[in-house]
């Protein structure tokens, strides 16, 4: 029997837990090293969860560009968590109807490579609190934002986690993986 796929999300924070709008101030703190992080990221998987937000970002931006990300973007199989959007025209994209919970619960059943949950704050707090991510993948930037959706609303549920990699890039970037404990 093969193990159930792994859900990670990854996520651009900065220091005090800020996660909105990151393309507004991450990109001076992007290199090598981080573009390697997210690349591997990427080649882990073979599914990309989004919600409807991320999606309709992502999907303005990827089908135009190109180079290595780009083409594995754009590649990947795109599902989307969303219970206003209708239909997807980026490349292999879908939208997943009905409880996306029970849908992601299945998912995770199916053979296949890791699904990586990028952007979709609030997917990712409900994937959290119901004890489907397997990692919670945060590249913390060296800035405080002030201001912002934060990872963690105030009164969210108290989710447990356990360090099990940390590594430091040049730029000041901290490249944290946690599990749940």
């Known amino acids: 029997m093969t193990a159930p796929r792994k859900i990670v999300t990854g996520l651009f924070i900065s220091l005090d837990g800020v996660v909105e709008a990151p393309e507004t101030w991450h990109f001076p703190f992007m290199n090598e090293e981080m573009g390697a992080a997210v690349g591997q990221m990427h080649a882990e998987a073979d599914t990309l969860l989004l919600g409807r937000k991320t999606y309709e970002t992502f999907a ?21 968590a969303s219970t206003t959007l209708t239909g997807t025209d980026w490349n292999n994209s879908a939208v997943i109807e009905g409880d996306v919970v029970a849908a992601v619960k299945e998912l995770k059943q199916q053979p296949g490579g890791n699904i990586n949950l990028t952007g979709s704050i609030g997917l990712t707090r409900t994937l ?6 397997d990692e919670l993948r945060l590249l913390v930037h060296p800035i405080v934002l002030g201001t912002g959706l934060r990872l963690f609303a105030e009164g969210s549920a108290r989710v447990p986690l356990q360090l099990t990699r940390s590594t430091a890039f040049s730029t000041g970037v901290l490249d944290l993986s946690y599990r749940p404990a």
Do not use: F, T
């Open 60 to 80: 303005a931006v990827w089908p135009h560009r190109s180079g290595e990300m780009a083409d594995a973007i754009n590649g990947i199989r795109k599902l989307v």
């Open 128 to 133: 959290l609190e119901a004890g489907l991510v």
